[in-house]
């Protein structure tokens, strides 16, 4: 049996996205659709006084204009911050307030997409407008929910002040991150058909489940009446978790007209209408004694919230996990702007947060005349530095070692812009990456067949990640089949529950259950076995049978292939639905994931902290002349437990250091201040890297055991490349130039 | 977008009386009138569709002059060798533009005619902009953010920059525009084809209703050769100019005896600096006087809000420009 897992297998559904045979949800066209597009406000924040529709129901294949007074009631459900199943607590559309630039005001439906986009634009609104301000106002935070409590948004161990006063050297600085938006390829899109009181809505999503929770509910339909479908997405980082306006609407439109109806939102309006990361500011007091050894390490994170949800994304729960100190304080704090709720995107708490704490450190060995990398070594740790429990595997310095070893640190000269290449101005930069491991209830059915074929469902997600092919080889692996025999079928609401696809939780926990599901298949099939009269196993105590890599294996060294014992039972076939339950998930935990919700167990629990953790370095050239930042080498070595699959692990891994260099040198929402409306809200000055742009990325994947987080040792990677790359690259800039740039994007004319 | 009459005549004369009718526009490569048509800032009633014009296809390299059809392809010409090596500043800010798919699409007449991509032109929901609504304000000096305009050639109407590369090196090259229209032919000069905004920033080009741009011409002389475009840009490619310039240089011997600068991403209307070619004239070339050269090319540049940066960038690019030309002048790259 060839090894199927810790291998590189090519994705099993890359040949149906590549001949265009992957059913995208926008790709579904029930009979007789029509088509919907949104006018959206050019206010940010006053009421509407009044909405003039008559030219745009007089255009050729309008079919109708929905407004907040004719569109049909839904019951408003919560944002996710609140607990809901929204991707805001606000629902646009219900009454004539409005909050943020962008938001839907009317909702055209049409004979073809361009009549409807045209009714769209020949609507207009009048308002009474207020004064509006898109950016947080930092002096205007508050700290999130409880105090007090490590656990909660605030921690305290030791005296941070003393610790800074004992310090050789210290530093007090401020890093700001600005607001990015979406961009991924497969718009926003979706398509409600209604048949009665029965609804099907195709959509891309990260968590078929709660959509189909909370359109019920919003509806008042009953689960089982609502089918949710979403097979392929083409990419959502976070764009596509909960349900977001666009989908209410055109759920709404739907029943309203009276046939079915397909939403494409346009690019601009993909900045309006979903959430994005919000912008922040972090704050940093460190201390070190003269070996670099933090004596205080103190880490206050602003983040920008709208003006109807609290949006959490802790990012210094994982900036304290990092480093040990005696002394430390960290504080989540939030500040009110006038958008629509921002969430996540790629390593939400993560990215902004080690921006400023790479950088951070970057500085304080810099004032030490310490090794950056050396600096990290003499704060390393193998306890959580505030909960006080080991980490379940921590592999951050061999990361350092490895990357070091690929990228030839060593050829650094530790002075400021003592490296040159002709016209270019040369700099090496490090930094830390990690991700927290969550842990996450799952269930997962796997049926399988005598003739050797498997069918694994689950109302997971592969949001293109490869999710399809990693449980098509766990699969395979436990039950002794190859991976082409194992036919993944996921993204449907009523298949067993899977958690959301965030937070580089699938592979682990969704993963864990397939696992599970396959063991079952082998006592199932040992029961069977060990009963016969005749066999291998024909009376062996089933519970002494185990089957390893499809191997069923008897006490004594008997033992009979699982696809031959099974074509030996009467059946012929067995099925078993498999569970992922950790110790550590509570009650609650578990039934929040299955009403729709994220019930993480992660990262730390009452024994372990669990995080992936990985280097990076990265060289950064400027041009004297044109002062053009640009990036000939990354490198980045990575710990995260098994990896399952060599192939879309590295893809992973290698499009996050990908972003992670947009996010240090492109993008960037930019805004217009007096009117409150963002001004590149499309990718022609949206930037992000282009093929000329990404040379050379060089990703290691460590091996690395870790017994403690899942039967499978899987940690996630989905996020883990984005989270040094930016830091890595400031910090290389100012390797290259003396120049310490605590914000994002650096660009060119910050270096003039 | 609206609905609109589609046109494609066979021959110049219908091609101009489909043209010169109100309402209607010409369309070559699209890539620029079709995306202001889905944004709703062009609404035209009728679109000329010029490319079954085939006299005006092609590109030629002759000995005393370059000549380009108004239809020929960024890309057809971006990628010409000979062109190369004989004008390499004529490929290089085609090369350097836009992306690929949009090069083979984009022909050059289109190309010099491009619009500004200043965001409040571009997007109707903003009430002011005299470029698009004349006489409802400017939302870029109305506080918005300026630090992508024009620090030279402004008014206190429009500050909108011409982002295009390509015209930057015919404006320094004394390149030359060839039209037809409803009044005869004519030949315009191509430092006057566009017109600075002033009080009137909706009026861009000389060009009347009608007049459709058969070729273009640039003259053959020797700081063609040793030229050279440079784009400073925030992304390697697919990016608009930051800041650019397009020069070149005669040398004799020692002396700088010819040179030409046009610059980029920094000026309302495809921009010669002339004082700044005088200044350097009849000097030596080295780093310091490259430098200066582009200091006196930005001397009258106001800066607006956030685009101080430009003067200092601006500068240092059209200096790193002239050293690379001064290295080809000498034979070397
Ligand atoms: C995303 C993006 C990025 C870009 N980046 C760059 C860049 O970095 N640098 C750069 O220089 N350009 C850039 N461009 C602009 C691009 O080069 C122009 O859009 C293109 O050259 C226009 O050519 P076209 O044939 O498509 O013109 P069209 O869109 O067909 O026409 C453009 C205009 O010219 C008029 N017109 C066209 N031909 C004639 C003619 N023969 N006579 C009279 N009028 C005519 C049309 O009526 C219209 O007003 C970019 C464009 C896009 C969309
Ligand atoms: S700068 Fe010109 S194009 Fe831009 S908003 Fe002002 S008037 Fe309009």
Redo the contacts between chains.
């Keep these: 049996m060839a090894q199927t897992l810790n291998t590189a297998v090519s994705r099993t559904d890359a040949p149906r996205k590549v001949t265009g045979t992957a059913t995208y949800a926008a790709d579904v066209i029930p009979a007789g659709m029509l088509h919907g597009a949104l006018a959206?406000s050019?206010i940010a924040v006053g009421t509407l006084t009044g909405l003039d529709t008559s030219a745009a129901e007089a255009e050729p294949g309008v079919v109708a204009v929905y407004t907040h007074e004719n569109l049909p009631d839904y019951k408003s459900v919560k944002g996710f911050y609140a607990g809901g199943p929204g991707s805001a607590s606000f629902w646009p559309m219900e009454g004539t307030e409005i909050k943020y630039?962008g938001q839907p005001i009317a909702y055209v439906v049409a004979e073809t997409a361009?009549a409807a986009?045209?009714g769209a634009?020949l609507i207009t609104a009048d308002y009474d407008s207020r004064p509006a301000d898109v950016h947080m106002d930092p002096a205007d935070s508050f700290v999130i929910g409880a105090t007090g409590d490590s656990k909660g948004m605030v921690a305290t161990k030791g005296d941070v002040p003393k610790g800074l006063a004992e310090a050789a050297q210290t530093l007090d600085v401020e890093y700001t991150t600005p607001f990015q938006h979406h961009n991924p390829m497969e718009m926003f899109a979706s398509t409600a058909e209604w048949r009665g009181d029965r609804l099907t809505v195709w959509m891309p999503s990260q968590s078929v489940r709660t959509l189909r929770l909370g359109i019920a509910k919003a509806f008042g339909l009953p689960e089982t009446s609502v089918r949710v479908i979403s097979p392929f997405v083409g990419g959502a980082f976070g764009s596509k978790a909960g349900i977001t306006p666009y989908a209410m609407l055109t759920i709404a439109a739907a029943k309203a007209v009276g046939a079915p109806v397909r939403l494409i939102v346009t690019r601009?309006q993909m900045y309006t209408v979903a959430t994005f990361r919000p912008e922040s500011v972090q704050r940093f007091r460190l201390g070190a004694d003269e070996t670099g050894k933090l004596t205080a390490f103190e880490h206050i994170e602003i983040a920008q919230t709208s003006q109807f949800d609290v949006v959490t994304n802790p990012g210094t729960h994982i900036t304290r996990a990092m480093y040990a100190s005696p002394n430390i304080h960290t504080e989540q704090r939030v500040a009110r702007s006038d958008t629509n709720t921002g969430g996540f995107m790629r390593a939400p708490n993560e990215m902004q947060t080690f921006f400023g704490l790479e950088q951070a450190m970057d500085e304080l060995a810099h004032k030490l005349g310490i090794d950056p990398v050396e600096m990290r070594r003499v704060n390393d740790t193998d306890r959580h530095p505030v909960e006080d429990v080991p980490f379940s595997s921590r592999s951050l310095m061999e990361c350092y070692d490895s990357v070091s070893d690929t990228f030839g640190w060593a050829d650094r000269t530790a002075e400021v812009g003592s490296m040159t290449d002709g016209?270019w101005l040369v700099g090496y930069g490090c930094a830390t990456a990690t991700y927290p491991t969550n842990i996450l209830a799952s269930n997962a059915r796997v049926r399988m067949r005598g003739t050797g074929h498997a069918y694994i469902e689950l109302a997971a997600h592969d949001v293109g990640t490869g999710s399809y092919t990693i449980f098509a080889q766990i699969a395979a692996a436990r039950l002794g089949l190859p991976v082409e025999a194992c036919d993944v079928v996921m993204g449907h609401g009523d298949m067993p529950v899977a958690p959301l696809a965030g937070g580089s939780g699938t592979a682990a926990s969704a993963g864990s259950a397939v696992h599970d599901a396959c063991l079952r298949i082998g006592r199932l099939v040992a029961a069977e076995v060990s009963r016969q009269p005749e066999g291998p196993l024909a009376g062996v105590s089933a519970d002494r049978i185990t089957l390893e890599d499809g191997v069923l294996r008897g006490p004594d060294g008997h033992s009979q292939s699982l696809v031959e014992a099974l074509a030996s039972t009467a059946t012929t076939e067995v099925e078993a639905v498999g569970e992922f339950r950790h110790p550590a998930l509570t009650d609650k935990l578990i039934r929040a994931t299955f009403s729709g919700g994220y019930g993480t167990a992660g990262p730390v629990t009452p024994e372990c902290a669990m995080f992936a953790f990985g280097a990076e370095m990265a060289e950064v050239h400027i041009?004297?002349?044109?002062?053009?930042?640009?990036v000939p080498r990354a490198h980045g070595a990575f710990a995260a437990g098994t990896i399952l699959n060599r192939k879309t692990a590295h893809s992973q891994l290698m499009g996050g250091m990908v972003w992670g260099i947009g996010s240090a040198?492109?993008e960037v929402t930019?805004?217009?201040?007096?009117?409150a409306?963002y001004?590149?809200a499309n990718i022609?000055?949206y930037?992000v890297?282009?093929?000329?742009?990404i040379r050379e990325i060089r990703v290691e994947m460590l091996e690395e055991r870790d017994d403690y987080v899942n039967p499978l040792g899987v940690k996630g990677i989905g996020e883990l490349g984005i989270v040094g790359t930016a830091a890595a690259i400031a910090n290389a800039v100012h390797h290259a130039t003396g120049r310490r740039l605590r914000h994002l994007?650096i660009?060119?004319?910050d270096l003039? | 977008m609206r609905n609109f009459d589609y046109h494609r005549p066979a021959d110049m004369s219908a091609a101009i009386d489909a043209a010169r009718a109100e309402g209607a526009e010409i369309l070559a490569g699209g890539t620029l009138m079709v995306d202001l048509m889905k944004i709703g800032v062009r609404e035209p009633d009728a679109l000329v569709d010029i490319t079954g014009l085939a006299d005006l296809e092609g590109h030629d390299i002759g000995m005393d002059r370059i000549r380009f059809g108004a239809l020929a392809r960024m890309a057809d010409v971006a990628d010409d060798q000979t062109l190369k090596t004989a004008a390499p500043v004529l490929t290089e800010s085609l090369w350097k533009a836009a992306s690929p798919q949009l090069r083979q699409a984009a022909r050059l007449g289109g190309n010099i005619l491009q619009q500004t991509r200043c965001p409040y032109f571009r997007d109707t929901a903003y009430s002011q902009c005299n470029k698009r609504a004349p006489g409802s304000g400017c939302a870029a000096l109305d506080g918005g953010k300026t630090n992508l305009h024009a620090i030279l050639g402004g008014s206190d109407d429009c500050v909108a920059m011409y982002p295009g590369d390509w015209a930057q090196a015919l404006i320094a090259f004394d390149a030359e525009v060839h039209t037809q229209g409803p009044g005869g032919t004519r030949t315009i000069s191509f430092a006057d084809l566009h017109v600075m905004p002033g009080d009137t920033p909706q009026i861009e080009t000389i060009l009347e209703p009608g007049e459709i741009v058969k070729h273009i011409t640039v003259p053959v002389i020797p700081a063609l050769k040793a030229s050279h475009y440079l784009k400073a840009r925030d992304r390697e490619s697919y990016a608009f100019a930051s800041a650019s310039a397009a020069v070149g240089l005669e040398m004799e011997g020692e002396t700088v005896r010819d040179v030409r600068i046009g610059l980029g991403g920094v000026a309302a209307v495809p921009w010669r600096a002339r004082q700044a070619e005088e200044h350097l004239k009849g000097k030596s070339l080295t780093e310091e006087t490259a430098r200066e050269t582009g200091r006196i090319a930005f001397a009258d540049a106001s800066p607006l809000e956030g685009s101080e940066y430009k003067i200092k960038l601006g500068a240092d690019v059209v200096a790193g420009a002239l050293m690379t030309a001064h290295a080809r002048s000498q034979g070397g790259e």
């Design positions: 959206t050019s630039a361009a986009r045209r634009q601009p016209d041009n004297r002349w044109t002062h053009e930042i640009r040198l492109h930019e805004v217009d201040k007096p009117r409306r001004l590149n022609a000055e930037l890297p282009v093929n000329a742009d994007p660009r060119m004319s003039v």
